[in-house]
Nanobody, 111 residues
Framework: QVQLVESGGGLVQAGESLRLSCAAS????????MGWYRQAPGKQRELVAT???????NYVDSVKGRFTISRDNAKNTVYLQMNSLRPEDTAVYYC?????WGQGTLVTVSS
């Protein structure tokens, strides 16, 4: 079955960086588009970034210029490099492909 396992979350101060990873199994990774979503406390889950099989990336406006999504097809892994983090980036970050979700990794940004 499809499994998505996120890692890399943590507690950082505003302005610092984190890199999230999502390792996928049970799928033909290289032909699938991948996405990162996040859900802040009391808010709906929102799309953060997507990357196509052809490595075309798209971002929500609030993270453009700060976050970078990338993929390594040899490792079946998608990454989210997050720079210049802000307190409003605090959320549980989820990896997604089709109807499958990872367990999430918590990112907390203190001011």
């Amino acid at each position: 079955q499809v499994q998505l396992v996120e890692s890399g979350g943590g507690l950082v101060q505003a302005g610092e960086s984190l890199r999230l990873s999502c390792a996928a199994s049970g799928i033909i990774f290289r032909i699938n588009d991948m996405g990162w979503y996040r859900q802040a406390p009391g808010k709906q889950r929102e799309l953060v970034a997507t990357i196509t099989s052809g490595e075309f990336a798209n971002y929500v406006d609030s993270v453009k210029g700060r976050f970078t999504i990338s993929r390594d097809n040899a490792k079946n892994t998608v990454y989210l490099q997050m720079n210049s983090l802000r307190p409003e980036d605090t959320a549980v970050y989820y990896c997604n492909i089709h109807e499958y979700w990872g367990q999430g990794t918590l990112v907390t940004v203190s001011s």
